[in-house]
């Protein structure tokens, strides 16, 4: 048995490339390309995936729907930051649409230190983290529930979005590896990132630099 870990985003482009493969007649069905297992993590990368291979295989139904059953494991996803500005970015009622018109720390709270903000997350394209950041940027600048959102919605807002985005550094590929790259080069790397509540604390536990108290963790309703 051979396993790769991958970005959810990666799988479903590596799925939808082997499959328009298949159907050009590049590759045959028991191509060893093919994995045997795949598991993405999310519904909207599992929906992307399920849209696409729909579009080359109508009505095949190769990708299932999600059926119900028992939740093994879940982890929400959150702000992570560290005490210095901690306590300015509590104080928003909503911290997306606060990001739009501010550039630095003390523009949410007159007591947080004078530095830019610096924002990071994984890549929408790529990670599920990234991705579901992306959505829930839009859900909060709209005030609306993410499956509420219209492709109007996402037209209307694309401005706001962007203002948000141009504070963002750098885009991770993994949600862990971000979070533990923010615990080791600390404030001037970045002092906002959208991560798993479970990563925050996997950086912390693996970093014997710091401790898990070192980094504040605000848990905001990220949808």
Same mark, same amino acid.
């Given at each position: 048995?051979?396993?790769?870990?991958?970005?959810?985003?990666?799988v479903?482009? =590596?799925? !939808?490339?082997?499959?328009?493969?298949?159907?050009?007649?590049?590759?045959?069905?028991?191509?060893? =390309?093919?994995?045997?297992?795949?598991?993405?993590?999310?519904?909207?990368?599992?929906?992307?995936?399920?849209?696409?291979?729909?579009?080359?295989?109508?009505g #095949?139904?190769?990708?299932?729907?999600?059926?119900?059953?028992?939740?093994?494991?879940?982890?929400?996803?959150?702000?992570?930051?560290?005490?210095?500005?901690a306590?300015?970015?509590?104080?928003?009622?909503?911290?997306? #649409?606060?990001? /739009?018109? &501010?550039?630095? %720390?003390?523009?949410?709270?007159?007591?947080?230190?004078?530095?830019?903000? %610096?924002?990071?997350?994984?890549?929408?394209?790529?990670?599920?983290?990234?991705?579901? &950041?992306? !959505?829930?940027?839009?859900?909060?600048?709209?005030?609306?529930?993410? =499956?509420?959102?219209? /492709?109007?919605? /996402? #037209?209307?807002?694309?401005?706001?979005?962007?203002?948000? #985005?141009?504070? !963002?550094?750098?885009?991770?590929?993994?949600?862990?590896?971000?979070? =533990?790259?923010? !615990?080791?080069?600390?404030?001037?790397?970045?002092?906002?990132?959208?991560?798993?509540?479970?990563?925050?604390?996997?950086?912390? &536990?693996?970093?014997?630099?710091?401790s898990?108290?070192?980094l504040?963790?605000?848990?905001?309703?990220?949808?």
């Amino acid at each position: 048995m051979k396993c790769e870990a991958k970005g959810s985003g990666d799988v479903v482009t =590596e799925i !939808v490339s082997l499959s328009q493969k298949l159907r050009s007649g590049a590759i045959q069905p028991d191509s060893p =390309e093919f994995p045997t297992l795949i598991s993405v993590d999310g519904e909207i990368y599992h929906s992307q995936l399920l849209y696409k291979i729909n579009q080359l295989y109508p009505g #095949q139904n190769y990708i299932p729907q999600i059926t119900d059953a028992p939740l093994l494991a879940n982890s929400p996803m959150i702000f992570m930051t560290s005490k210095e500005v901690a306590p300015g970015l509590q104080k928003q009622s909503n911290i997306y #649409q606060a990001l /739009v018109n &501010t550039q630095t %720390h003390r523009d949410l709270d007159s007591s947080s230190p004078q530095l830019p903000i %610096h924002y990071v997350h994984t890549a929408p394209t790529r990670s599920n983290s990234g991705l579901q &950041t992306l !959505v829930a940027q839009f859900a909060s600048v709209a005030n609306k529930r993410p =499956e509420q959102l219209t /492709v109007a919605d /996402v #037209q209307q807002y694309q401005p706001q979005i962007q203002k948000i #985005q141009s504070k !963002v550094t750098r885009y991770g590929v993994s949600t862990s590896s971000l979070a =533990e790259d923010m !615990v080791k080069n600390r404030p001037f790397w970045a002092l906002i990132a959208s991560v798993y509540e479970s990563s925050v604390i996997q950086a912390n &536990t693996a970093n014997t630099q710091t401790s898990y108290q070192d980094l504040w963790m605000i848990c905001k309703d990220n949808y």
